[in-house]
């Protein structure tokens, strides 16, 4: 089983739509977590960085941390076409250098 | 803002050959990080250097190599080259517990 559980989808969602993806993890040593967006062809692009739980919001993102159930989320508002991408979930423990992935989210915003 | 740079973006081997990649690092990043990205896969920590230091070390097979020069830049040797060694390799440096920012990566295929 990995650390970090992500489901694939693919998410297909209209123009406009509030987006929510989530991920699950085992490890109770985490305590940064992380979402990354990958354009094809591309590498991932940070988009959010928290500490241990709570909510952080830039713009249209939102990212939620609950260390109780083990479930980190990004909410993407009023999505654009543009949004389209890859988004994957990350996290390390405290002192650890590398970083755990989710699967990736493989999501496509329609016009 | 500079970014992460790796080169080169695309490289083609045969198998049993040897290849090099090279990273570098955003300036002032005291680490660099490598990831082997599978196809559909989510990134795979491989080998980290702290200050030109190994600091951590992955799943790496025994037939690649790291180092980080005087520079900071970071140099990936693969030798003896498999089919299952064709993957997007990326980079990614960072600063102390900040975030780690990813280069576009080399995508790497063995014939």
């Known amino acids: 089983q990995k650390e970090v559980e992500q489901d694939p989808g693919p998410l297909s969602v209209p123009e406009g739509a509030i987006v929510s993806l989530n991920c699950t993890y085992s490890?109770?040593?985490?305590?940064?977590f992380m979402w990354y967006r990958q354009y094809s062809r591309k590498g991932p692009e940070l988009l959010m960085y928290t500490y241990s739980s709570g909510n952080k919001e830039d713009g249209r993102f939102t990212a939620q941390v609950d260390k109780s159930s083990k479930y980190i989320s990004l909410f993407i508002r009023d999505s654009q076409p543009s949004d389209s991408a890859t988004y994957l979930c990350?996290?390390?423990?405290?002192?650890?250098?590398?970083?755990?992935f989710g699967q990736g989210t493989r999501l496509t915003i329609n016009p | 803002a500079a970014g992460v740079i790796q080169s080169p973006r695309h490289l083609i081997k045969e198998k049993r050959e040897t290849a090099t990649l090279k990273c570098y690092p955003i300036p002032r990043h005291d680490t660099v990080y490598w990831y082997q990205q599978g196809p559909g896969q989510d990134p795979q920590f491989l080998i980290s250097?702290?200050?030109?230091?190994?600091?951590d070390k992955g799943s790496i097979p025994d037939r690649f190599s790291a180092q980080q020069f005087s520079d900071y830049h970071s140099e990936l040797n693969m030798s003896s080259l498999e089919l299952g060694d064709s993957a997007l390799y990326f980079c990614a440096s960072g600063l102390g517990d900040q975030p780690q920012h990813f280069g576009d990566g080399t995508r790497l295929s063995i014939l």
């Open positions: 990350a996290t390390r423990g405290e002192g650890a250098q590398k970083l755990v």
């Open positions: 250097f702290y200050e030109k230091m190994q600091s």
């Open positions: 490890n109770s040593a985490f305590q940064y």
